[in-house]
């Protein structure tokens, strides 16, 4: 535990340090020294790791051993091209495993941390990405590929936040700009599904984009997220069409051991109270900023597919952190409406926070340290490697 809290407040601090530096300098040079320090001291540590994770040595290490060997499957399942090449690259100029672990936690967390910066005119980075780092960057060291596809989506979400048409532009130079914008998102999710291929169900979000983002469709989005219910009741109905295509067959796993219904208090402390309860204190703010109302359904559409976890005796609920993702913005958002809200009520405003971040940091606690979620517990490194290998031996 504690080398994971020193992991969190150390890169909270580097982060802490290029935003004020940031704000305070002109001198582009030094910041981006500070953004690349940012980004390497996590992903140095995702990849010194050794045997943290649950598929790192189970599944990671014998699919680099297969593309050294010209094999580029792992039992029995095709491995997605993307991550075939990172492979093949580190062999190319004679890199071992470790150094595929630290380029793929360099992806997850570059574009997550380039994704939380297109919105730093909205909340703090620093706040967003401590967020990330509670909530995600341990979960990334076992879901190696698709955390990786994960953050490459949410850095593309900057393309999916359209600017207003001018009233003296013409109509085809806004049209060839939607057009472009729409290009780059569809790229980004293309390029995330050479990670995962689950990354391709992202691109719905082309077309529900002007539902949520607008509150004057707000019944719509309503009638989006029954339906979506609605779906996850008929688990078996999903698990048939996945079967029709062999390239979602390998997933078809993820709803096809349906079990009782389970839900339970958990649900409602770890997901309803932190991401929807509150919306109502905040509604119109949230509503009336396009940005933030598609996040926030975003969020919504995690929460239900959240239910997954509850709903089967598999790992379904993991397409939910395609969307889940945005509470990396959207909590610290929620933070900045109610300092504005309260600022001059100090005692309530320091008792919200206190209480919002215990939360989070409690769900932290209880998923990672108490059961050991993901199996990251404890860190060890390739410097440990040797005595590891001794312990088992006896």
């Not at 002109?26 to 994770?53: E, S």
């Not at 169900?201 to 989006?224: G, Q």
């Amino acid at each position: 535990m504690v080398s994971y809290v020193a992991i969190i407040l150390i890169s909270t601090a580097i982060a802490l340090i290029t935003e004020l530096v940031e704000k305070k300098t002109d001198k582009k040079w030094i910041v981006w020294i500070l953004v690349i320090c940012t980004i390497l001291f996590p992903a140095i540590i995702g990849g010194l790791r050794y045997g943290v994770g649950t598929d790192e040595l189970n599944v990671y290490k014998p699919i680099f051993e297969s593309v050294k060997e010209g094999v580029y499957t792992n039992r029995g399942r095709t491995i997605e091209i993307g991550y075939i090449l990172l492979n093949k690259l580190v062999i190319l100029v004679n890199g071992d495993f470790n150094i595929v672990m630290f380029l793929a936690s360099l992806i997850t967390v570059a574009f997550t941390y380039f994704g939380i910066r297109n919105y730093k005119d909205k909340v703090s980075t620093t706040l967003a990405w401590f967020f990330f780092l509670i909530l995600f960057y341990q979960r990334s060291f076992n879901l190696v590929r698709q955390m990786i596809a994960v953050a490459i989506v949410f850095f593309g979400f900057k393309y999916l936040n359209l600017r207003e048409r001018k009233e003296d532009e013409e109509k085809k130079k806004y049209a060839l700009y939607y057009f472009l914008q729409t290009l780059k998102y569809i790229i980004c999710v293309l390029l995330a599904a050479s990670f995962h291929t689950t990354a391709l169900m992202m691109l719905v979000a082309i077309f529900v984009r002007p539902i949520y983002s607008n509150s004057k469709y707000k019944y719509v989005s309503l009638i989006t997220f029954i339906c979506l219910i609605a779906l996850l009741l008929n688990l078996k109905s999903i698990y048939n069409f996945m079967q029709q295509y062999p390239i979602l067959q390998k997933y078809g796993g993820y709803f096809k051991n349906i079990g009782k219904y389970r839900i339970g208090l958990a649900y409602f402390v770890k997901i309803v109270i932190p991401c929807i309860i509150p919306y109502f204190f905040m509604i119109k703010t949230i509503q009336n900023d396009k940005k933030m109302s598609l996040l926030f359904c975003f969020t919504i559409v995690s929460c239900i597919l959240y239910l997954l976890a509850y709903l089967t005796k598999t790992h379904g609920e993991r397409i939910s952190h395609y969307f889940q993702i945005s509470e990396v913005i959207l909590f610290p958002f929620y933070i900045k409406v109610f300092y504005e809200k309260w600022k001059d009520k100090k005692f309530v405003f320091i008792s919200i926070i206190t209480a919002f971040l215990a939360l989070n940091i409690g769900i932290w606690y209880n998923d990672y340290i108490r059961k050991g979620m993901d199996e990251t517990i404890p860190y060890r490194t390739i410097f440990q490697k040797d005595e590891l290998k001794e312990e088992e031996r006896k």
